[in-house]
């Protein structure tokens, strides 16, 4: 289908952009990427009166690595982020994630920040960002303020960004070096959404668990912190009674629902599944022998 008629906007700074969307108020809305504003305008979904292009703001782009934390500028496609061997030494999971987003040419157009900013729960970076912890940079005309990512996402497509802003970048706190991670994804095709993954960080001192994040993706109307399912796992080898306990503990927060992807209890089963995996995907890193 073709979208409705839109008025289109190309700032140059986010100056500019933050002020558009100010004085154009709920009629604009900012465009990145692309690939998930642009299908539901075809699809008649979505029907804005006006698309701000954020493709010429340079204060959206490049990734400052410091000596505590990340910081990741809303307009990094996922190819750059593959491309980016000194963010993969340091985060490898954004690596490991980004490669199973889509295919090569929305990965090539589509950006970190349109997959975080949206509140799809299929996209793949939000569960990954409340596990490393991660902060969002939130800018509009009153200026500049800071969201975790673990308090961002409140309903399906419904976050805590406020009329007029825009997200701007991503701070991560850097891991220790040696540290485990895992991105644990079931789809049904190449491209596809998950329907059911696991995002795991953690770190291992003396053959034990010490800390641990979960992060489940497309189980529930936002990405899932599974607290009591990381806590099941430290100070534990990762034996298999840890395992299972850690995978009960995730499946009980999950509330996925009845799709073309399966029916819920089978996608709650298999999101399971997934933090077992990731778990031991990410124990077996840390530990030398992944």
Not at 83 to 96: N, S, Y
Not at 101 to 122: C, E, K, S, Y
Not at 186 to 203: C, F, I, P, Q, S
Not at 261 to 271: D, E, H, L, M, Q
Request: proline share 7%; glycine share 10%; charged share 25%.
């Amino acid at each position: 289908m073709i979208p409705p008629p839109f008025d289109y906007h190309r700032p140059s700074s986010l100056a500019e952009a933050t002020a558009l969307l100010a004085r154009l108020g709920e009629e604009a809305r900012p465009l990145a990427g692309g690939h998930s504003l642009l299908p539901m305008m075809k699809l008649r979904l979505a029907s804005p009166a006006h698309l701000v292009d954020l493709g010429e703001v340079a204060e959206l782009r490049g990734i400052a690595i410091g000596s505590d934390r990340v910081r990741i500028g809303a307009m990094v496609t996922q190819r750059a982020i593959l491309a980016d061997e000194e963010l993969a030494r340091v985060l490898p999971i954004l690596r490991e994630t980004a490669f199973q987003i889509a295919d090569p040419q929305v990965r090539a157009r589509g950006t970190i920040g349109g997959n975080l900013a949206n509140g799809d729960p299929g996209n793949d970076m939000p569960a990954v960002m409340v596990a490393l912890d991660a902060s969002y940079v939130l800018v509009g005309t009153a200026g500049e303020r800071r969201v975790p990512a673990r308090g961002f996402y409140e309903a399906a497509y419904v976050t805590a960004l406020r009329a007029g802003e825009i997200l701007a970048a991503v701070e991560i706190p850097r891991p220790p070096t040696g540290h485990g991670w895992a991105y644990e994804k079931l789809k049904r095709k190449v491209g596809d959404y998950a329907t059911a993954a696991a995002a795991v960080v953690l770190e291992v001192g003396g053959g034990r668990v010490v800390r641990c994040a979960i992060g489940l993706t497309n189980l529930a109307d936002t990405p899932l912190l599974a607290e009591a399912a990381a806590l099941a796992v430290i100070g534990t080898e990762l034996d298999p009674q840890a395992l299972a306990k850690a995978a009960a503990e995730a499946e009980a927060i999950m509330q996925p629902a009845s799709d073309g992807r399966g029916p819920a209890r089978y996608r709650r089963k298999v999101g399971g599944v997934m933090v077992r995996r990731a778990l031991e995907k990410a124990f077996a890193r840390a530990t030398g022998r992944g």
